[in-house]
């Protein structure tokens, strides 16, 4: 079965310029998580999808990100206006079913620099 | 508040010996753990899990034990292979359903040829 798959792979932009990331989950994987990895630290889940609703985005900064997944299937994240403290990596994660002990599947991540 | 710990930054092992990765948590509602392996450019790739009703799982070369009373958990790696260095992360659930995967920061691995 094909993996998550996310692009762009990296992305430099200067500080309070405006970014977006792509995710594809895993075909029937009905849960999508983003989460934020800085350097030398785990991921930390920034949200979380049901279909095309959200379950969780306790932890996402939402006066610059927004996600979205509207048709229940792929789904963007965007910052805007980025910040020297958002360089990370940001994965893309899916599961067949969260209520169950389903792994969750993770995508290559997009590595994002700002200068 | 680091709530999943892994207090090795890195580990160095000789091919063909045990490795074995630590995790401590905090939380005494996780009852989910799992482990990942990561590699540079990479997404994490799961490894293993452990339920909290069982105290070990293996799956081949991979072991993990789970010991609730001291809130730890380890994963083994019998034989260690050079394919095996990575980064290992520990990650728990809490046991209320769709709860997220709280991670720790990770050890990397060496396994020396």
């Known amino acids: 079965e094909a993996g998550v798959a996310q692009s762009p792979r990296y992305k430099i932009i200067e500080k309070r310029q405006s970014v977006a990331f792509w995710c594809n989950p895993i075909?029937?994987?009905?849960?999508l998580y983003w989460y934020q990895q800085i350097l030398g630290q785990g991921p930390k889940l920034l949200i979380q999808?049901?279909?095309?609703?959200?379950?969780?985005d306790s932890q996402l900064p939402k006066d610059r990100f927004s996600a979205e997944r509207l048709k229940g299937v792929d789904s963007t994240l965007k910052i805007q206006p980025a910040k020297l403290e958002d360089s990370a990596v940001y994965l893309c994660?899916?599961?067949?079913?969260?209520?169950?002990?389903?792994?969750?599947?993770f995508g290559d991540g997009t590595r994002l620099s700002i200068l | 508040d680091q709530q999943v710990k892994q207090n090795s930054p890195s580990l160095s092992v000789q091919e063909g010996r045990i490795s074995i990765l630590n995790c401590d948590y905090t939380?005494?509602?996780?009852?989910?753990f799992l482990w990942y392996k990561k590699y540079p450019a990479e997404g994490p790739t799961f490894l293993i899990s452990?339920?909290?009703?069982?105290d070990k799982n293996e799956d081949g070369r991979f072991t993990v034990f789970l010991n609730k009373s001291a809130k730890h958990l380890s994963l083994h790696i019998v034989p260690s292979q050079p394919g095996d260095s990575a980064v290992y992360f520990c990650?728990?659930?809490?046991?209320?359903?769709?709860?997220?995967?709280?991670f720790g920061k990770g050890t990397r691995l060496s396994v020396i040829a």
């Open positions: 990650a728990a659930r809490g046991n209320s359903g769709n709860t997220p995967l709280v």
């Open positions: 452990i339920s909290s009703i069982k």
């Open positions: 994660a899916s599961s067949l079913n969260p209520y169950s002990n389903q792994p969750q599947h």
């Open positions: 075909s029937g994987h009905a849960t």
């Open positions: 999808f049901q279909n095309n609703g959200v379950v969780d």
């Open positions: 939380n005494s509602m996780f009852d989910y």
